[in-house]
């Protein structure tokens, strides 16, 4: 299941190093509000220069309707009208990246905004974000006066902030049950930021997306680019918007039952949370008594009751009974081994230890020896017992395909216990590879191929000569970027294809998308829309015989248009244009306007 034209002469430095550099001091100076938004959006340096030219073609004809008006404030509206005429199609809450708006016409409130903050550059006077924690609008100063701009509306120039707020729009950004008036508030009551303070809120919605699936280490990147570019003021309530977001997705992780992913995100946030603190720690002391109640019910006792202890220093009420059941089933492990001698406890834990596991009894086996490794953790006996307790469970998660972050932490810290001795150390990339390579595969039988194509690329990593891997993952990005053409979205798919896929087999894909988005906007009769799309398809497919068509078509009916409304001078544009493809065509076309 998400920025007007530069000389684009690359450094050695990645354009988005420079944009990093560059927004330190709150201002951009090498890198244009275009650029920037396009790199936030996740636009690779390879492609930024054709993005630029097509969202320079996309904006152009909104910007032509406001350029010549010489009120400022009439300026600004009309160009707003416009952009809602010719670019905005629809509304959509996920539509947070350049890449939908050129694809699918689909916006968001930042989105929209950033586009007009591009579309009126040299237009607007003073122009300024405007940020909530869920929420992002544009102001301008006209005659001394500030005027709000709510972009993800045709009449939104200076529309006052309640005005702009429905109560089906606040549900739709409202977590569950929380009351609309304090959502409301807090949009009126938004601070208003430096535009570039904008960048940062696509970093940090890409961060969003990201922690959904699950990528923590992907979006603690996104997040902290995001930081770097909160300006001034903004920057207390960016880490508050911050943690709010995390939030809100480490709670949609835990609905999917993915608690140790919820913590951990929630931990990247919990220091600079603000106002948000005291929610995320409950719900992270939640995220504990969990995964207190799945080790007990795997009869690791010993973590349920670290996690239960966890989730009880954190504040979680009702936490008496699991605890007391934990350090009952870890006391009872012990046996009798109460010497008064430390080191005759450890060789009792062991040897009570060896006996259990002989019997079959994991639960006791494992309590106790890590009893003995606490007392003793550099005894090799002590190393060893942990090891043989813990080895199957570690073979176990990792053919089940669960838990591959975990997976990865015990085969670390069995290897580490058992270096030195035995001669078969553990292999921990290994079962780390088999475990992603597991969770990856049903993944892709279920459909869910992005989360598939994150699990073989980890898998992959680890093991870069893993040519199966190689291809799963391939044909995992291969039937996503499918799925997101079907969509419309030619953009994000070829940034999908564009992740490692062999460029021969980007052709059908591409090409089948840009077809079929021309074909839907020519029925649509939005022809300069479809004119747009067909060029851009054309850069990725040149050979395409049916884009050319649809190109040529759209350019034809765009013409005949014009010439009806007696636009002659555009027209004369258009046979210019037409001669060398539709000779005959343009010559008929010029007698009109004669």
Known sequence: MLSLVVSLALSAASREAVLLEDGKDGALDQVSFAEAALIASGVPDAELATSLSTLQSLLEPARQAAVAIKDPQRRARVLLEALHERTFRSYRLEATTLQNLWSTGEYNCLS??????????????????????????????????????????????????KQMLSAEHLSRIARPGEDLAIVEKEIVDAEEVPVIALIGGLYANRAVLALRNGEVSIADGLLNKASALAAGKSKGRFGVWRAALVNDSAVQLSKAGRFEEAARALESVMETSGTHRPALKRNWAIFQYELARAASKQGDWAQALQRAEAAKAAGLENTEALLGEAKGKVAASSGSCASTSAKERVRCLV????????????????????????????????????????????????????????????????????????????????????????????????????????????????????????????????????????????????????????????????????????????????????????????????????????????????????????????????????????????????????
Not at 138 to 156: C, E, I, L, Y
Request: glycine share 6%.
């Open 112 to 161: 929209s905004s950033v586009a007009y903050l591009i579309a009126g550059e040299g237009l607007l006077d003073s122009p300024r974000g405007v940020l909530s924690v869920r929420h992002a609008l544009v102001q301008v100063t006209v005659g001394g006066k500030a005027f709000d701009v709510q972009t993800t509306v045709r009449s939104g120039f200076g529309m006052p902030r």
């Open 351 to 594: 040897s009570f230890s060896q006996e259990k596991t002989k019997a079959g009894d994991r639960e006791a086996a494992l309590a106790a020896a890590r009893q003995a490794h606490a007392l003793a953790p550099t005894d090799p006996e002590a190393r060893y017992a942990v090891y043989e307790t813990e080895f199957p469970r570690l073979q176990a998660l990792a053919k089940a395909g669960e838990a591959c972050d975990e997976v990865a932490v015990l085969g670390k810290t069995l290897e580490d216990l058992v270096r030195g001795l035995t001669e078969q150390p553990v292999e921990n990339e290994a079962f780390t590879v088999v475990c992603f390579s597991m969770r990856a595969q049903r993944s892709f039988d279920a459909g869910e191929y992005e989360r598939a194509a994150a699990d073989f690329r980890r898998a992959l990593t680890l093991d870069p000569r893993n040519e199966t891997a190689r291809h799963n993952l391939e044909a995992s990005e291969v039937n996503l970027a499918i799925r997101i053409a079907n969509e419309g979205n030619c953009d994000e798919a070829r940034a999908v294809l564009g992740r490692g896929t062999p460029k021969a087999r980007w052709k059908d894909v591409l090409e089948y998308c840009w077809v079929n988005v021309t074909a839907k906007l020519g029925a649509a009769k939005e022809w300069r829309r479809a004119i747009t799309a067909a060029r851009r398809g054309l850069q990725d497919v040149p050979d395409s015989k049916d884009l050319r068509t649809n190109l040529l078509a759209s350019q034809q009916t765009a013409a005949l248009e014009a010439s009806k409304a007696g636009r002659c001078d555009e027209v004369a544009t258009w046979v210019r244009e037409l001669e060398p493809v539709a000779p005959e065509f343009a010559e008929k076309l010029s007698r009109s306007c004669r």
